[in-house]
């Protein structure tokens, strides 16, 4: 006799009743969903980039000049042993990643060779000729120097784009060193390729007010000092203005731990505060340098040089400069994300606009709506009641499948709707094979429940089978794929569990009742 546990019929109601509710969001809008009560579910399947528009970003990371600047760092380095150690030199440059150190004294060779080799591992070094050496990192920390680069730009460009308020969206590393953007239902594009086309690398550095006009635009001036224009001009025709900067007494922009945007006596400005470490090392410079100025620089421009009236001891302060409320706006959410440790250069972009996203909604929809309509007539005809009870199933697997993509809010992409559409005939695929082995007992002689029975446990291995297997090449290309291609593999893989556990579960269920029911000597499949 066939029989159906009490504890499988409660976890088919459960997950009938649980995919009912979670689903439902899906079939009202927003602003719908916005008038029902707080207690009801109202999370949407979000939509991906080709069915809502946004825009596609592909990034390559600079990593050619945090290389060089790790290179620059370990020259000062070199240069500050060679002062101690009184070696002179007469050439010291870096090109091609080589840096190549002259020494004056042959003499000093076998101190200098002795000097270098209490240096870090990752250092190379040969010498061309009794005078000459050439030094440069090695492929081991060429590779790591790059690859944490990358992995930093990832994370500084989520957080980059986090702060922007685009929802869900896809950042990923792909390959050495590019970034794979997707940002559905953005809106302005430009604005966020400004954003992530700057490094964002802040400082505070003081002002040295004894440098002439003439010494800056010579570049003749005395040691520790650089110069760095402003980020305005006066006007079009006019040169940036030129800054000496100190070079020691600086503050980094790593240091803040929040800026948003303001305002002071009417202008937009940028509030600032730095943690403990940096609220103590930025009171104890403006105590130091009174009356002087202190430089804000981002990436290499002076954007504000106000004067130090007072020590500033709190840890907090203001960015001014000529600034408009969007400038501010963004400057804080740059120095709120981070610096990037090298820039970025877009490779490739693409924009898919509403319109286009919302036809490709439209023709799955209707790709969806036709196969579920012709599925429904095809199971009725060649299975009468039997293709009933499979249609029922086929709702049933729909809403289930939707509410999973719902609750872990899967990204539902154009090739997502090609997994669903997929994932309506494979779930009365495995009612089709259960209906013809259960005609082939009929034909034996069987009783209709004696049939049903031995059907379903003779189709029961056939499904796992081939289901298992699709499964297995769904999550294979989950796993070697990218953007579409993924939101294809997730659909097609909840999609097969839910096929699986309709069709073994809930149209059996729905048999053995309709048999207890009505009890027919003859089954008309």
């Given at each position: 006799?066939?029989?159906?546990?009490?504890?499988?019929?409660?976890?088919?109601?459960?997950?009938?009743?649980?995919?009912?509710?979670?689903?439902?969001?899906?079939?009202?809008?927003?602003?719908?969903?916005?008038?029902?009560?707080?207690?009801?579910?109202?999370?949407?399947?979000?939509?991906?980039?080709?069915?809502?528009?946004?825009?596609?970003?592909?990034?390559?990371?600079?990593?050619?000049?945090?290389?060089?600047?790790?290179?620059?760092?370990?020259?000062?380095?070199?240069?500050?042993?060679?002062?101690?150690?009184?070696?002179?030199?007469?050439?010291?440059?870096?090109?091609?990643?080589?840096?190549?150190?002259?020494?004056?004294?042959?003499?000093?060779?076998?101190?200098?060779?002795?000097?270098?080799?209490?240096?870090?591992?990752?250092?190379?070094?040969?010498?061309?000729?009794?005078?000459?050496?050439?030094?440069?990192?090695?492929?081991?920390?060429?590779?790591?120097?790059?690859?944490?680069?990358?992995?930093?730009?990832?994370?500084?460009?989520?957080?980059?784009?986090?702060?922007?308020?685009?929802?869900?969206?896809?950042?990923?590393?792909?390959?050495?060193?590019?970034?794979?953007?997707?940002?559905?239902?953005?809106?302005?594009?430009?604005?966020?390729?400004?954003?992530?086309?700057?490094?964002?690398?802040?400082?505070?550095?003081?002002?040295?007010?004894?440098?002439?006009?003439?010494?800056?635009?010579?570049?003749?001036?005395?040691?520790?000092?650089?110069?760095?224009?402003?980020?305005?001009?006066?006007?079009?025709?006019?040169?940036?203005?030129?800054?000496?900067?100190?070079?020691?007494?600086?503050?980094?922009?790593?240091?803040?731990?929040?800026?948003?945007?303001?305002?002071?006596?009417?202008?937009?400005?940028?509030?600032?505060?730095?943690?403990?470490k940096g609220g103590r090392k930025f009171g104890n410079i403006t105590k130091k340098y009174v009356g002087s100025r202190i430089a804000i620089i981002l990436d290499n421009k002076v954007i504000s040089a106000p004067n130090i009236r007072e020590p500033i001891t709190g840890g907090r302060g203001i960015i001014t400069g000529q600034f408009t409320f969007q400038e501010?706006?963004?400057?804080?959410?740059?120095?709120?994300?981070?610096?990037?440790?090298?820039?970025?250069?877009?490779?490739?972009?693409?924009?898919?606009?509403?319109?286009?996203g919302t036809d490709s909604i439209q023709s799955g929809k209707f790709a969806s709506i036709l196969g579920f309509i012709l599925i429904i007539i095809f199971m009725y005809l060649i299975y009468g009641t039997f293709g009933i009870f499979a249609n029922i199933a086929l709702i049933f697997n729909l809403l289930i499948l939707l509410s999973i993509l719902t609750l872990?809010?899967?990204?539902?992409?154009?090739?997502?709707?090609?997994?669903?559409?997929?994932?309506?005939?494979?779930?009365?695929?495995?009612?089709?094979?259960?209906?013809?082995?259960?005609?082939?007992?009929?034909?034996?002689?069987?009783?209709?429940?004696?049939?049903?029975?031995?059907?379903?446990?003779?189709?029961?291995?056939?499904?796992?089978d081939a289901n298992v297997t699709t499964l297995i090449a769904a999550v294979m290309l989950f796993g070697l794929g990218s953007g579409p291609v993924k939101g294809f593999a997730v659909t097609l893989s909840f999609g097969i569990i839910t096929s699986m556990f309709t069709a073994i579960m809930f149209t059996r269920i729905l048999i053995i009742i309709w048999l207890?029911?009505?009890?027919?000597?003859?089954?008309?499949?």
């Amino acid at each position: 006799m066939v029989q159906f546990k009490k504890w499988q019929t409660f976890i088919v109601i459960l997950f009938g009743i649980l995919g009912f509710i979670f689903s439902i969001p899906n079939f009202f809008k927003s602003e719908t969903l916005n008038n029902f009560p707080n207690f009801f579910p109202k999370k949407q399947i979000v939509l991906g980039l080709d069915l809502q528009g946004g825009s596609y970003l592909l990034l390559e990371v600079d990593t050619n000049s945090v290389i060089n600047d790790n290179l620059n760092n370990f020259m000062d380095e070199v240069r500050l042993m060679l002062r101690k150690n009184k070696i002179s030199y007469s050439r010291f440059n870096l090109e091609e990643k080589i840096i190549t150190l002259q020494i004056k004294n042959q003499n000093k060779k076998d101190l200098l060779e002795k000097k270098l080799k209490k240096f870090s591992n990752d250092i190379e070094y040969k010498f061309i000729d009794d005078n000459t050496l050439t030094l440069n990192f090695t492929d081991q920390k060429l590779f790591s120097i790059q690859d944490t680069a990358v992995l930093q730009s990832v994370e500084v460009v989520r957080r980059r784009v986090d702060e922007f308020g685009t929802k869900e969206p896809t950042i990923q590393r792909q390959g050495v060193k590019r970034i794979l953007l997707e940002l559905p239902g953005i809106t302005d594009p430009e604005r966020l390729k400004k954003l992530l086309g700057k490094t964002a690398k802040l400082s505070f550095q003081v002002v040295d007010e004894d440098i002439t006009s003439s010494e800056l635009k010579s570049g003749k001036h005395k040691p520790g000092i650089v110069v760095l224009p402003s980020d305005k001009l006066v006007d079009e025709n006019s040169e940036p203005i030129l800054y000496a900067i100190k070079k020691r007494d600086t503050i980094s922009g790593d240091l803040l731990i929040n800026a948003s945007p303001s305002l002071d006596r009417n202008s937009p400005v940028v509030s600032f505060q730095f943690n403990s470490k940096g609220g103590r090392k930025f009171g104890n410079i403006t105590k130091k340098y009174v009356g002087s100025r202190i430089a804000i620089i981002l990436d290499n421009k002076v954007i504000s040089a106000p004067n130090i009236r007072e020590p500033i001891t709190g840890g907090r302060g203001i960015i001014t400069g000529q600034f408009t409320f969007q400038e501010v706006t963004d400057l804080a959410m740059l120095l709120r994300a981070g610096a990037l440790p090298a820039p970025l250069n877009i490779l490739e972009e693409r924009s898919v606009g509403p319109s286009l996203g919302t036809d490709s909604i439209q023709s799955g929809k209707f790709a969806s709506i036709l196969g579920f309509i012709l599925i429904i007539i095809f199971m009725y005809l060649i299975y009468g009641t039997f293709g009933i009870f499979a249609n029922i199933a086929l709702i049933f697997n729909l809403l289930i499948l939707l509410s999973i993509l719902t609750l872990i809010q899967a990204t539902l992409t154009l090739p997502g709707i090609a997994g669903i559409v997929l994932t309506i005939g494979m779930a009365v695929d495995a009612n089709v094979l259960i209906f013809e082995r259960i005609k082939e007992e009929i034909k034996l002689g069987l009783s209709p429940i004696a049939s049903v029975d031995i059907g379903y446990k003779q189709a029961l291995k056939t499904i796992i089978d081939a289901n298992v297997t699709t499964l297995i090449a769904a999550v294979m290309l989950f796993g070697l794929g990218s953007g579409p291609v993924k939101g294809f593999a997730v659909t097609l893989s909840f999609g097969i569990i839910t096929s699986m556990f309709t069709a073994i579960m809930f149209t059996r269920i729905l048999i053995i009742i309709w048999l207890k029911k009505t009890n027919p000597k003859v089954i008309n499949l």
